[in-house]
């Protein structure tokens, strides 16, 4: 027999270095400041900045141009290891390194690298996609934000609402239809005619920002457009494989932090003269979090393995997303029901993970619309048979 041992996590050496360093990050730095940022519903700029310092902002970014040149399990294990600690900073991460950063690297040509990429990946600036509307989110193609040909360039009119990070962004990635085609550009911040409105508060992931934007007769011109006119859906398909798959791992951080701090409660508490953890009750709560969470993690990593750049997964990305996020909710909720009084309190955090995991049915997708997607890709299977 083989001596190799697979590691599902952690699959190769350069994966379990990361790991080790982004859990010494998150010890170290992002636990200590998570509470306040909840708080005060703001982002920790200068936090998101040392993950740039730590190479993470570029993660999936090809080290030629920068980056770390990490694949998707990569960008997985740190999504995975930020929310056990902080999940409203991990979603402000997702927003900048897979919505703008990773987004906007596939789409572009070696100009607009150029002009932008550093400023991203070192955390110069903060990146935002505006794709969401106040009248459409999940239907995309029903976006009313347009773009019309003007001389040389393009002009820009529409809203965007919901957009994590736009508070706080230099650079923002845009879905416009150009007549009927959705197109994909780069606007700077402090372009004439865009502005952004006032905070949007949240029930949780507090420490992301949210907010909406306007476009006001926004100029750009022609070489803002990524890729090529008409090629925003590809752009956004592309990258939704990857956003939800880090989605999905962000709801197997929350669900394995959730776990840990019941299990020691557990341990370490008493009534009606024996530990808690001697109530069936609570072994049903603690064994059934345990076994969803262990199930969504072999699930999120082993599609992880099958998405990139060139390889698309729709059907994987899809029901890890649809399978993992309710865990994380789940879980939180039950650790809630260990901890009784003290989980509703923010002591433990449990209250605080309850609020932030339930965004993840939500954003990057709802749960609907992954149940449409899986069974119409299954039913197209089927019919090629």
């Known amino acids: 027999m083989s001596d190799v041992v697979f590691d599902l996590e952690n699959p ?22 998570a509470e306040e940022h909840d708080r005060t519903g703001t982002l920790n700029v200068p936090l998101l900045k040392q993950a740039g310092e730590l190479g993470l902002l570029g993660l999936t970014i090809p080290e030629k141009d920068g980056g770390a040149g990490m694949d998707a399990v990569g960008s997985v294990v740190v999504h995975h290891e930020l929310s056990k600690s902080d999940p409203g900073f991990c979603l402000a991460y997702l927003a900048h390194a897979v919505l703008f950063v990773n987004n906007f ?130 752009n956004m398909m592309r990258n939704l494989e990857l956003e939800r798959l880090t989605l999905a791992a962000m709801s197997l951080g929350i669900a394995d932090r959730c776990v ?10 008493t009534s009606f003269g024996k530990s808690i953890a001697e109530h069936g009750q609570i072994q049903r709560y603690i064994g059934e979090s345990f076994a969803k969470t262990e199930a969504a993690r072999a699930l999120v990593y082993s599609v992880a393995r099958d998405v990139g750049p060139a390889k698309r997964n729709r059907i994987g990305t899809d029901a890890a997303k649809l399978f993992a996020a309710p865990v994380g909710k789940e879980v939180a909720d039950n650790a809630m029901q260990v901890l009784g009084g003290w989980g509703y309190c923010n002591e433990y955090k449990v209250e605080r993970f309850l609020r932030d995991a339930k965004l993840l049915e939500i954003g990057g997708g709802t749960l609907e619309s992954h149940q449409k997607n899986l069974t119409k890709e299954l039913l197209r299977k089927v019919k090629q048979e």
């Open 12 to 33: 190769t050496e350069e994966h379990r270095m990361l790991r080790q360093m982004v859990r010494s990050f998150v010890r170290d730095v992002v636990e200590p400041q």
């Open 105 to 234: 690297y596939y789409a572009s040509n070696e100009a607009q690298r150029e002009r932008w990429l550093s400023k991203v990946i070192s955390g110069e600036w903060i990146g935002a996609m505006g794709m969401t509307e106040p009248s459409s989110g999940t239907d995309v193609l029903g976006m009313r934000t347009s773009a019309r040909r003007e001389g040389d360039g393009f002009v820009i009119k529409g809203h965007k609402a919901l957009i994590t990070n736009a508070i706080d962004a230099d650079v923002f990635i845009v879905y416009a239809k150009v007549e009927s085609d959705v197109t994909t550009f780069v606007v700077e911040r402090n372009t004439p005619g865009f502005s952004v409105g006032k905070k949007t508060e949240k029930m949780g992931m507090r420490a992301s920002t949210l907010s909406e934007f306007m476009l006001d007769d926004v100029f750009v011109p022609a070489e803002n457009v990524l890729g090529t006119v008409g090629g925003g859906v590809r």
């Open 260 to 269: 840990d701090i019941m299990v020691r409660y557990a341990a370490e508490r």
